[in-house]
């Protein structure tokens, strides 16, 4: 292959060589000889977003997925703002990825130009690298340290490239750039692990809380569990490695969670946390041993007091802890928390039936008191959703209620992968994280939980999936709310304000834009309509009218948050009168 002579040429074919098939964003001036260079390139596929946002989201989901570089692209001033969101998203959930962003020319930086903006500045804080190039001359150097900085530390490297920049020739000699290797996993130290041996054997009741940073140790921590009798708490994004087939889960903690994981978690004398940097500082119990096992040394004791620290990769730490410690046969800890948590899944079951109001008196009640219209229930959405996907389907989620329901009514059986914005927490990640995945694999089944406030924020990139032919599944929860803020109000005694959608017909917004589309309304025709949804070989938007009431209760109801709702619902009775 001939060497590239021009600088977009350099980055684009190193960029091939090292696997990148992929670039997502908007063309444009700066860009233009970037974006000419992936045209002759056949290892790339260029895929034209309808706004730079969702290439970031796209492409933070693709990194998250595979591990590997993910690359975006955002031309001069508002192209390259337009990324950030999406960036931040892939900084918090430690994904590489790769920004290559427009400059105005040379000539002109620094002289408050048509457009310009100061990218080192911008983009400073979102990422672990940030560089403009200055001339030809320090090509290929800055893109070899741009791509080594993503994967050594984890997060956005930008690369800015002047309008007229892009063009030129390399310097004579220059040579193919090359990325170094990653490093391998390692163990906690020795030392580490025999004082948190010492902890563990002294206490009476321990509890797991596992996060993501285990889900490639399962078979060390279900050892664990079993090992300790212990109940294990899962973050949400633990789901999707531990918890099919797993007899020692009870649930999530948090605002998504269930009164198992809290007794659990409030039972305990020691807390043990292996992979996780769960952010609720309110959900941790107090008066705790802590001992926390996490690959970053920054996680450590940053959520709750930690007692004993380990740092190192979970499966080679464990695989070097379980052997020393002591195995135990009283399982009453774990047989408690098991027992409310398998009386709350039975309950939660329940309103997930579609005929839910009809079958006892109880749910004929709450139906008058909170669904008087019969609208379909969002936990039924979620449910049949969880009957009907494949086993190896992809989900995304947006942030609110749309991952609640996730959460409880979804179970991360098979090869089941989940993303969202869990760590950002931004609106409308669902949509383009989901056209990110299903571009890696057009063959795989992916869903996304979209609120409806989410989708809209980013509706545009509904068409992306139609173009680049993304069979996406995109499940909206059309309460006409934005759910979450609405149950954050009423908590804290406020009425409801700001929340209501005035949402059009949002399949017909959906075929308009050439997907195929359903809209529900009755709960006796939504598991038929789900089924449908999910077995389309395009993409496919089904609109569920879902009860905009509904309320999903925390673990812990404090007596100030029930006050607090009686109190909102009684304002918003006297004001609706």
């Not at 492409?59 to 692209?73: E, F, I, Y």
């Not at 959930?93 to 105005?104: D, E, F, T």
């Not at 903006?117 to 150097?141: E, G, H, Y």
């Not at 149950?487 to 209501?500: I, K, N, R, V, Y």
């Amino acid at each position: 292959m001939t060497t590239p002579k021009t600088v977009a040429g350099s980055i684009v074919t190193a960029l091939a060589d090292h696997g990148v098939t992929q670039v997502w964003g908007v063309v444009g001036d700066a860009l233009n000889p970037v974006t000419d260079a992936i045209r002759t390139e056949d290892r790339v596929e260029w895929i034209g977003v309808r706004h730079e946002e969702a290439a970031a989201f796209a492409m933070s989901a693709q990194a998250q997925l595979t591990g590997r570089l993910a690359v975006c692209m955002g031309t001069v001033g508002p192209g390259a703002i337009h990324l950030l969101n999406g960036l931040y998203d892939a900084k918090k959930s430690h994904a590489p990825v790769l920004a290559i962003i427009g400059q105005v020319p040379s000539e002109e930086m620094g002289s408050d130009f048509f457009q310009e903006v100061d990218n080192d500045a911008l983009f400073r804080d979102v990422a672990v690298w940030c560089r403009t190039v200055t001339s030809a001359a320090q090509m290929p150097l800055l893109l070899e340290q741009a791509v080594n900085a993503a994967y050594a530390e984890e997060g956005v490297a930008v690369l800015t490239l002047p309008g007229d920049l892009g063009d030129a020739e390399l310097p004579d000699g220059a040579h193919v750039p090359t990325f170094a290797p990653p490093a391998g996993p390692a163990a906690a130290p020795l030392t580490q692990i025999d004082m948190a041996v010492a902890a563990i054997d002294d206490a009476p009741k321990v509890t797991l809380l596992v996060g993501q940073g285990a889900r490639e140790a399962r078979t060390e921590v279900l050892a664990l569990a079993e090992r300790l009798k212990a109940p294990m708490v899962l973050t949400l994004k633990a789901k999707e490695g531990l918890e099919q087939d797993n007899p020692y889960e009870v649930g999530q903690s948090g605002l998504i969670g269930n009164e198992a994981a809290a007794k659990a978690l409030h039972d305990c004398d020691l807390l043990l946390m292996v992979g996780t940097d769960f952010p609720y500082r309110n959900f941790y119990p107090e008066g705790k041993v802590v001992v926390q096992l996490d690959l970053r040394q920054a996680h450590i004791g940053r959520r709750t007091r930690c007692t004993h620290a380990m740092i190192g990769d979970a499966g080679e730490t464990l695989r070097l802890l379980l052997p020393r410690l002591a195995a135990r046969s009283d399982s009453g800890h774990l047989d408690d928390a098991r027992e409310v948590y398998e009386k709350w899944r039975e309950r939660q079951a329940k309103l997930a039936q579609p005929d839910y109001e009809k079958r006892s008196l109880i749910g004929r009640l709450r139906g008058k008191v909170d669904n008087p219209d019969d609208l379909i229930r969002p936990e039924a959405v979620a449910a049949a959703v969880d009957r009907h996907a494949p086993q190896d389907t992809l989900f995304t989620t947006d942030t609110g209620m749309s991952t609640v329901w996730f959460s409880r009514f979804v179970t991360m059986t098979g090869t089941r992968r989940l993303i969202g914005s869990y760590n950002l927490g931004s609106m409308a990640n669902a949509l383009p994280q989901a056209v990110g995945a299903q571009a890696l694999d057009r063959e795989r089944a992916v869903v996304a939980f979209c609120g409806d406030g989410g989708l809209m924020m980013l509706l545009g990139d509904l068409r992306t999936a139609v173009t680049y032919r993304l069979p996406v599944t995109f499940v909206v929860f059309d309460n006409g709310r934005l759910g979450m803020v609405k149950l954050e109000q009423e908590q804290g005694g406020l009425p409801e304000f700001g929340t209501e959608l005035d949402n059009p017909d949002l399949a017909a917004v959906g075929a308009a834009l050439g997907l195929a589309t359903r809209r529900v309304t009755d709960p006796e025709e939504l598991d038929e309509a789900v089924a449908w949804a999910i077995a389309q070989p395009e993409p496919t938007l089904l609109d569920v009218v879902t009860n905009p009431q509904e309320i999903s209760v925390p673990p812990q109801v404090s007596i100030a948050q029930g006050w607090g709702f009686a109190i909102a619902k009684a304002k918003e009775s006297l004001e609706s009168r």
